[in-house]
């Protein structure tokens, strides 16, 4: 993970995220190990992204061999490429997005909460997130550092109008759109298109 372009007040916020989810009792243990280690704070956010994948192993492995499971994420890898992850309060746009061409390309997630998202960009494949949630201006840039700090290829687009007096990295402005509402679909899957397929 790389943590060297993200404030250190965000990579506290970053900790703090990962600090909050849910574990098992058996996780929770290594997790106050991982908070009271000798480590500096990239260590120790490294350490909680390294349990987390190590949850994740284990929650597949529980799950038990299903050749036709295996079959159809196989064929779903083969068709998607990641995931969208969809941050709003309400499923409608969730719905509306399940109707357009994009389905074909990428499977839909959606969340409640912008922040909350951040612990599922690697156990979804997450690609791109679709944020109907507005945000303070210095919030955008900052929000687009710390996903990209977990999820480096990850791609944004922010159903807003864009802030006044926002600035941001080159990478930001490669990898960050901004689209007015109401929702112009057309707009939308061609702006998703176009960030899918950048390598920037």
Do not use: W
Request: charged residues 30%; glycine residues 6%.
């Amino acid at each position: 993970m790389d943590l060297h372009d993200i404030s250190e007040a965000d990579k506290y916020l970053l900790y703090g995220l990962l600090l909050r989810k849910r574990r098992a009792r058996a996780r929770e243990r290594k997790v106050i190990a991982i908070m009271r280690s000798g480590l500096d704070l990239e260590g120790r956010i490294d350490a909680l992204m390294h349990l987390q994948e190590e949850e994740d192993k284990a929650l597949a492995a529980l799950s038990g061999p299903d050749p036709r499971a295996a079959l159809q994420a196989a064929l779903a890898r083969g068709k998607r490429d990641g995931s969208l992850l969809v941050v709003d309060g309400r499923p409608d746009v969730t719905k509306l997005l399940r109707k357009c061409s994009l389905k074909r390309r990428v499977a839909f997630h959606r969340i409640g909460e912008c922040f909350d998202a951040v612990h599922l960009l690697r156990r979804q494949r997450t690609r791109l997130i679709l944020l109907n949630e507005t945000l303070p201006p210095e919030e955008y840039t900052r929000y687009y550092e710390i996903c990209r700090a977990i999820a480096p290829r990850i791609r944004i687009i922010c159903l807003c109008s864009p802030p006044r007096g926002m600035d941001g990295s080159d990478a930001f402005t490669r990898n960050v759109r901004f689209l007015p509402k109401p929702i112009n679909m057309a707009a939308l899957e061609a702006t998703a298109a176009e960030l899918l397929d950048s390598r920037g």
